[in-house]
């Protein structure tokens, strides 16, 4: 029932042989979609399509935010039209949240539709399943899973880095990934970890330029409709300073000189005024004392106060949270912890110094301010050093005089008071 016999003469090829009907083509189209859909491991994700991605930007604060996004997309949209085209890979590198798997995911559904065969896998559930095939009730070769994979028309591979980096987990992987490398096979990857974590062997093949298409989604977490969220510790540090507002900032009339008087007043009504409207970048410099850290700490309040996101930390204290993530026991990634303070829509760096900073801490610093920079992020910083002394990288940026405004702080250490010039000499 539903098949027919084509009207050929005797002979032909297609004599006496039953085809569908065509009332039944869609029936068969579906059942067929169905059973590519069932082996591609796409049944729970069925619903993830480029249709159903959101470029309304609901969950997003800034226009560039939004740029990024269509961005992505579109390059999703164009390989997913052609992935075995002169780039086979395409790496989608970004936050929690930012819409990674949902885009290549996409890709899968799409190709799907087209009736091609996919395989999509979380990278740690692969591991998994390789290690199961290895127990007696396993109904499944490891030879036969493995080569299914790695031999997979299009192969998506979801959370690369967040597998436990066992060295058999380790070899597995580099062997996955090396056999589509060198085969030049269509592969679609998300990481939301640091590529500098990865294992050497794998990055260096998935940074190919040759090969690779690097989606990089700089975007917040759209599960938190925008907010960033930081462990409560870094926010907490804003009540540190809450005391140190405009309206009990110390002018010490009594105790400077009218030059360093004139100078501090200035000092605090550039403060105010750019706490009205910060954009760009401002540096304060000046001795320990000074009363930078408390006009920076006043931006803070501010800004708090009307509402926006604001981090305020000293560089070194900054530097430890980004090493915590490092420990077994962090329950949040490196990537995930930069990714939030870079994005941070106000930041305070005070106490910045990297004279005697490790070539790690300092690479770190140097991602952070060239990021800001370059998104033109308002961003504070204090400093002791001199304008001369401070690190090259972050001398040249801050020298930008369209992009930052250098405010120099002429008062002592309030600490300390003021030596009046007679007994100086």
């Known amino acids: 029932m539903g098949f027919v016999t084509r009207r050929v003469p005797v002979g032909h090829p297609d004599f006496g042989k039953a085809f569908p009907c ?62 075995n085209g002169q ?28 009736s091609d065969p996919v395989l999509f896998m979380t990278v740690p559930d692969l591991l998994d399943h390789l290690r199961a095939t290895y127990g007696p009730a396993s109904n499944i070769q490891y030879d036969d899973l493995f080569e299914r994979v790695r031999n997979a028309p299009l192969l998506v591979l979801d959370d690369l880095g967040t597998e436990s980096a066992t060295p058999w987990a380790q070899e597995k992987l580099f062997q996955l990934i090396n056999h589509r490398y060198l085969h030049k096979l269509s592969t679609v990857i ?3 970890v640091d590529l500098d974590r990865l294992d050497p062997r794998i990055r260096s093949r998935l940074l190919d330029q040759n090969l690779t298409i690097q989606v990089s989604m700089d975007l917040p977490d759209y599960r938190q409709a925008g907010k960033i969220i930081l462990e409560q510790s870094i926010f907490d540090n804003l009540q540190l300073y809450s005391d140190m507002r405009f309206d009990t900032f110390d002018f010490r009339q009594n105790t400077l000189p009218e030059k360093e008087r004139r100078n501090l007043w200035e000092a605090h009504q550039f403060a105010h005024s750019y706490a009205e409207n910060p954009h760009d970048w401002l540096l304060f ?63 305070i760096l005070d106490d910045l110094n990297l004279s005697n900073a490790s070539p790690w801490a300092r690479e770190k610093i140097h991602q952070l301010v060239n990021h800001r920079y370059l998104a033109k992020l308002p961003t504070v910083f204090t400093t002791t050093q001199s304008f001369e002394e401070l690190d090259p990288l972050l001398h040249s940026r801050l020298s930008d005089t369209q992009h930052c405004t250098i405010f120099a702080i002429l008062a002592p250490d309030y600490r300390g008071g003021y030596i009046p010039r007679s007994r100086s000499r």
């Not at 086979?88 to 799907?112: C, D, E, Q």
């Open 285 to 347: 410099t000046g001795q320990r004392g000074c009363g930078k850290t408390h006009l920076a700490a006043a931006i803070a309040n501010h800004r708090q106060a009307m509402g926006q996101d604001v981090i305020i930390v000293m560089v070194p204290d900054l530097l430890d949270y980004l090493r915590a993530t490092f420990s077994p026991t962090s329950d949040v990634t490196f990537s995930r912890r930069f990714y939030e303070i870079r994005e941070i829509p106000l930041l």
């Open 87 to 114: 780039y086979p890979w395409i790496l989608f590198h970004g936050n929690y949240g930012s819409g990674k798997t949902h885009l290549a995911v996409a890709i899968a559904n799409h190709r799907l539709e087209q």
């Open 190 to 192: 998300t990481t939301n």
């Open 22 to 83: 065509t009332c039944q083509h869609n029936a068969i189209e579906n059942r067929r979609l169905a059973q590519l859909r069932a082996r591609s491991n796409l049944d729970i994700v069925a619903d993830k399509t480029f249709k159903s991605f959101h470029l309304d930007g609901r969950h997003l604060s800034e226009q560039n935010q939004l740029t990024i996004l269509r961005r992505c997309y579109g390059e999703a949209l164009e390989y997913a039209e052609n992935p």
